[in-house]
């Protein structure tokens, strides 16, 4: 690692600390020549995901276009920003685990369903009619009684109230 003050590549890690559940590390390094403190990260490098749309085109796996598309889902009902997050890495993740490098957004799509029917069968409903885009009434109310009859697996954000 390059000093950014002198130019110098000789340093040494004066403290290491993980930044995130991604794997990132934060180092905090001094510079052996100028005696300058400068700190670096680092990360896994990921192969890129890519898409494939319904109509066929492909484009590069974006997770901040999922993680609004799921906020916007969510508008104004009470669900934390950060249980979205944590909704939109584990669909990352579980993405990395495949080891594809092209997947159909139909399975992205599907994922996001299933992370927000667990947190708010509102947003659920919500993402599905954008997702499956609903036309008509009927296709509300099919969703709606489907919902019904499908059994709600809470996520760890909200505890049981009524353990059975």
Known sequence: MRCPKC???????????????FGAIRRRRICLRCQFR?????????????????????????????????VAACLKRPVKLEALEQAADEIVQELEATNEREIPSRTVGIMAMEK??????????RYASVYRRFEEVGE??????QLARKPRVPSGAQPDLFPA
Not at 140 to 145: P, S
């Open 7 to 21: 130019g110098s590549i000789e340093d040494k890690v004066i403290d290491s600390r993980p930044v995130n559940h």
């Open 38 to 70: 400068f700190t670096t990260y680092e990360e896994i490098e990921r192969i890129a995901t890519r898409l494939i749309k319904g109509d066929g085109r492909h484009e590069p796996f974006d997770r901040n276009k999922l993680l609004a598309g799921m």
């Open 116 to 125: 927000l029917h667990q947190l708010d069968e509102v947003a659920y409903v």
């Open 140 to 145: 509300f109310i099919d969703e709606i009684k």
